[in-house]
């Protein structure tokens, strides 16, 4: 079993890696990936949402089975009879199973499964290891590549209340560094964006961030960012590179 656990471990950490951060409005999905047709993150239900890294043909499996179950659940009860906390329970069943099994190998893949709420305080954040194992998180987290590291950065930043531009500010500077130390410049032709927005009018909240707007937000990170420092410094109006209005300038 130990043999099995360190061979799922280092497929996952070969993947590029997924952040999740809770936000004012609701749940933001950031991942580096180029692809605009294989998705790491993609829409469960409503209100849920599903992210992965490792094996794209195994935890695309898993997605269509929880899409399923969603809808049938759905449509056999209630919509709101569709949460995240149901969903990651199948998931564990289906990924413990795999993973004791000896007639198969165990899948190289790390999830997380979401549900915005009315509420920050009811959000649902839930990652499910190789193992089939949950683990509730609150605030952000992490999976694929250097997900400790990335982890401890945004555990130290990571705040309550954060505008969307903030967040996804944070998730990208977490996504940058790397082992070494050293960080790397993402654009957003690099990055996959989606967010669950509890402000959404409609009953489904699942969006993706694309082209113009994912840059405009990138832009307002770093005016937010700029901003703070000034702020920090004591005051923006000094005419520093770091105020607000060199940044958006870029």
Do not use: C
Request: hydrophobic residues 35%; charged residues 25%.
């Amino acid at each position: 079993m130990a043999d099995r656990a360190e061979y799922a471990r280092k497929g996952i950490a070969r993947g590029r890696s997924v952040v999740v951060l809770q936000y004012a409005d609701g749940i933001v999905f950031v991942a580096e990936n180029p692809s605009r047709a294989l998705h790491k993150v993609s829409e469960i239900y409503d209100r849920i949402a599903f992210a992965a890294v490792g094996k794209y043909n195994e935890f695309e499996n898993l997605r269509i089975g929880g899409v399923r179950y969603a809808d049938l659940r759905g449509y056999t009860y209630a919509r709101t009879d569709v949460t995240a906390r149901g969903l990651a329970n199948v998931y564990a069943q289906t990924l413990g199973t795999i993973f004791s099994s000896v007639a198969e190998k165990p899948y190289e893949v790390e999830l997380i499964v979401a549900e915005v709420g009315e509420g920050p305080d009811d959000d649902q954040i839930y990652r499910l290891p190789h193992d089939g194992s949950i683990v509730d998180e609150h605030g952000s987290v992490a999976v694929g590549g250097n997900a400790d590291q990335i982890s401890s950065y945004l555990g130290q930043r990571h705040r309550d209340g954060m505008t969307l531009g903030e967040a996804l500010k944070l998730a990208v500077e977490s996504l940058s560094r790397d082992n070494n130390g050293s960080e790397r410049t993402l654009t957003a032709d690099q990055l996959e964006v989606a967010v669950l927005d509890r402000t959404r009018p409609r009953q489904r909240k699942f969006k993706r961030i694309l082209g113009r707007q994912l840059s405009r937000l990138l832009e307002e990170g770093d005016t937010s960012a700029a901003g703070t420092a000034a702020e920090e410094n004591g005051g923006g109006s000094s005419g520093s590179p770091d105020t607000p209005g060199d940044a958006s300038g870029k």
